[in-house]
T-cell receptor, first 115, second 116 residues
Framework: AQKITQTQPGMFVQEKEAVTLDCTYD???????LFWYKQPSSGEMIFLIY??????QNATEGRYSLNFQKARKSANLVISASQLGDSAMYFC????????????FGTGTSLTVIP | EAGVAQSPRYKIIEKRQSVAFWCNPI?????LYWYQQILGQGPKLLIQ????????DSQLPKDRFSAERLKGVDSTLKIQPAKLEDSAVYLC??????????????FGEGSRLTVL
């Protein structure tokens, strides 16, 4: 079974609008971490936001927020007030401490911001 | 703080040739990962080191890929002989040991390999 599932290969959003990128995960561990990374066309992987499995509040970092629904095993990324520079690939990832801190990545969502 | 350094950034080789990639992690990061990212896909773990020991190499094609981290600092990933399907970006990442804040991975810029 896939550890991380991203079902949206591509998304479009109008500049200044909000967009939600979906991510579901699969683990039997109680302790884990969820991450979102941005990969622009230049190729570097940029860390955006983190949510711990025991965190009760949804994580926020500037225009990024993580909508964490533990019972549904989903960790959707919300980008508010989209900017042209947000156009990139976005990857959801999970860290499992009990597998030696392996990180599992999804297949990514390509986001295009339209002016 | 210096980031994860990788070299070369780009490499073009013929199939059956060999290639080596080098990675220097962030100072003090005990854990080092090599990922393979094929165009349009997510990163796939090849090997994970903690200090100079291997934590996981279950997805490393050991008949042609090898990796080492002899002194627990920098690391080399080698492919010999290369196949066409090895064309990908090879990403190196490092992480501090233990539960340090988010404990996120820090990535290098990647080494893009083209096999002709």
């Amino acid at each position: 079974a896939q550890k991380i599932t991203q079902t949206q290969p591509g998304m479009f959003v109008q500049e200044k609008e909000a967009v939600t990128l979906d991510c579901t995960y699969d683990t039997s561990d109680q302790s884990y971490g969820l991450f979102w990374y941005k990969q622009p066309s230049s190729g570097e992987m940029i860390f955006l936001i983190y949510q711990g499995s025991y965190d009760e509040q949804n994580a926020t970092e500037g225009r990024y927020s993580l909508n964490f629904q533990k019972a549904r095993k989903s960790a959707n990324l919300v980008i508010s007030a989209s900017q042209l520079g947000d156009s990139a690939m976005y990857f959801c990832a999970m860290r499992e401490p009990y597998t030696g801190n392996q990180f599992y990545f999804g297949t990514g969502t390509s986001l295009t911001v339209i002016p | 703080e210096a980031g994860v350094a990788q070299s070369p950034r780009y490499k073009i080789i013929e199939k059956r040739q060999s290639v080596a990639f080098w990675c220097n992690p962030i100072s003090g990061h005990a854990t080092l990962y090599w990922y393979q990212q094929i165009l349009g896909q997510g990163p796939k773990l090849l090997i994970q080191f903690q200090n100079n020991g291997v934590v996981d190499d279950s997805q490393l094609p050991k008949d042609r890929f090898s990796a080492e981290r002899l002194k627990g600092v920098d690391s080399t990933l080698k492919i010999q002989p290369a196949k066409l399907e090895d064309s990908a970006v090879y990403l190196c990442a490092s992480r501090a040991l233990g539960e340090v804040a988010a404990g996120e991975l820090f990535f290098g810029e990647g080494s893009r390999l083209t096999v002709l």
